[in-house]
């Protein structure tokens, strides 16, 4: 788990993904099965997002938080 820093909501989260069962089953249900399997190959290429947000715009929290060197 890779914490990022949010750029809309202004924190520090750990990005997620989010696994949509009703859209799997629609594409499950009108692709024959293989729907389903394209939906899950899309969901792992997926951009991770903010869970509170749902933004994409997630950076580095080094570039956040300046070093004290």
Do not use: D, E
């Not at 949509?20 to 293989?34: E, Y």
């Not at 389903?36 to 869970?51: E, H, M, N, R």
């Not at 997630?58 to 004290?68: F, R, T």
């Amino acid at each position: 788990m890779s914490v990022k820093y949010c750029t809309l909501c202004q924190r520090q989260v750990v990005p997620s993904r989010r696994f949509s069962v009703v859209w799997f089953l629609v594409w499950f249900i009108l692709g024959a099965g293989v729907g389903g399997v394209v939906y899950f190959i899309y969901y792992l290429l997926k951009k991770k997002q903010c869970p509170i947000c749902h933004s994409k715009t997630l950076i580095s929290v080094a570039k956040v938080i300046p070093s004290n060197n």
